[in-house]
């Protein structure tokens, strides 16, 4: 053991082999991290995990205070899509499913005391939102994606699902989201799930969770580039990212009441598809004039939290989170999602549910009175795309989002941008999942 820690210079790992055959690693974390940094440097335990460790593994994981996040870290170090056909062994049925196991110790190197049940739900959640990340858009369509949603609806007696699919989405004001996604095959949807503490008659906050779920994104008739589309099956990790933390929550039963509504859509080219220069009216009422068709995310959560806004009585908070801009990953990186709040305590608030969750955040300039002109239009309200795309770009867009709120909306928002966090080396990472369940105050995300 003395050998193996030697051979490891600051961080990383070493293996060997045990005369039993197992192979044992021996994984070294960062000594220090930076204050924006989650204190286990959470990224580094991801990676260092998937490259020494495989299926029938056991984690174990000293100086932790929470472990919850440490599941979460583990099991996206196991992703659960492929559809590689060469070197796998052969089909069996009988073969018993590989199995993870994680032990956390504290600084002390004394076992921690852990919450099995949130450790099980968050890894649960972050595979789920991972796999549908990683699931290309052949098989990922819209109706499938309602598929995997039901299949939640189906599972828990606290979770019901309604959904606005196609037509009726343009019946019913819906202009955002159906202009977006009525040129594909399978029609634009918004599915709404609902959640219900089972065992509270008065729930301790109520949230909705708005995500976008663009299935996949051509850029529309602002076609995307052959290099610049590759990776947007990875459009919809937004509303995976909800998916997974709403079946987190409903696993621990978490003493809110929850409304998840996901915006779906392909944003595919054909004679159907909107074009810039089309003007469309939003939920809100608001007409948007189109200048750039592959800036679609904005119009779809415009429709989402234009819906929340109205219809979820006693609503708390309204969280949005997306895969909204590229600029994201200019202001905070690869690692940290940019965070918009219309309070400073939450977004404080945020930032630790970040720190505690290994979900990590960073917040964007909030000043909507000093954003707005870059929207000017002479026709519409707004155009749905900056004219100056060095002034805040990915502060525009969440303010953009912002400004379809209803009118008579008193409780806080919060906007999401985890472009960069949202894939790492060409997987999904099923980030937000974590997030959303500290900000709750799930079990195993409490400070």
């Known amino acids: 053991m003395e050998a193996m820690l030697s051979s490891i210079s600051g961080s990383g790992s070493a293996s060997t082999f045990l005369p039993s055959g197992k192979k044992l690693s021996l994984c070294v974390l960062p000594d220090e991290v930076s204050r924006q940094n989650h204190p286990l440097s959470i990224h580094k335990l991801s990676s260092l995990v998937g490259s020494a460790c495989h299926q029938n593994t056991a984690v174990h994981v000293g100086g932790v205070t929470h472990s919850a996040p440490v599941a979460a870290a583990v099991a996206r170090s196991f992703p659960l899509y492929d559809r590689k056909t060469t070197g796998k062994e052969d089909d069996n049925s009988d073969k018993e499913p590989p199995t993870v196991s994680v032990t956390c110790f504290d600084s002390d190197d004394k076992e921690l005391t852990v919450d099995r049940a949130a450790e099980e739900a968050v890894a649960e959640g972050v595979r789920l939102a991972s796999r549908l990340g990683d699931t290309t858009p052949e098989e990922l369509t819209t109706d499938a994606f309602a598929e995997e949603c039901q299949m939640i609806a189906d599972r828990f007696e606290s979770v019901t699902m309604t959904q606005i699919v196609g037509e009726e989405l343009r019946e019913k004001g819906y202009g955002g989201l159906f202009g977006v996604g009525k040129g594909a095959e399978c029609p634009p949807r918004l599915i709404i799930l609902d959640y219900t503490p089972p065992s509270s008659s008065s729930p301790s906050q109520t949230v909705a969770l708005v995500g976008k779920g663009i299935v996949y994104d051509t850029g529309g008739l602002a076609l995307k580039s052959k290099t610049g589309m590759c990776g947007m099956k990875s459009d919809m990790c937004g509303a995976a990212g909800m998916l997974g933390a709403l079946l987190a929550a409903a696993l621990l039963k978490v003493d809110c009441k929850i409304q998840v509504l996901l915006c779906v859509a392909e944003n595919a080219i054909g004679p159907k598809a909107f074009r810039n220069d089309d003007i469309l009216t939003m939920y809100s009422g608001k007409t948007v004039e189109i200048n750039n068709s592959d800036a679609e995310g904005r119009l779809v959560l415009g429709d989402g939290v234009a819906h929340a806004s109205k219809h979820l009585e006693g609503c708390d908070l309204i969280v949005d ?127």
């Open 321 to 447: 989170m997306a895969t909204l801009t590229g600029a994201q990953m200019v202001a905070t990186g690869q690692k940290h999602a940019g965070i918009l709040a219309n309070s400073a305590e939450l977004e404080q608030r945020t930032i630790q549910a970040g720190m505690i969750s290994g979900d990590l955040t960073f917040p964007l300039v909030y000043a909507p009175e000093l954003l707005k002109d870059e929207f000017k239009s002479k026709v519409a309200d707004m155009k749905n795309s900056v004219k100056d795309r060095t002034n805040a770009q990915a502060s525009c867009a969440g303010h953009f989002i912002e400004s379809h709120l209803d009118k008579d909306y008193k409780g806080g928002w919060l906007h999401v941008d985890m472009a960069g966090p949202s894939f790492i080396d060409q997987r999904a990472t099923g980030y937000g999942v974590g997030l959303v369940l500290a900000l709750l105050g799930a079990p195993g995300f409490r400070p």
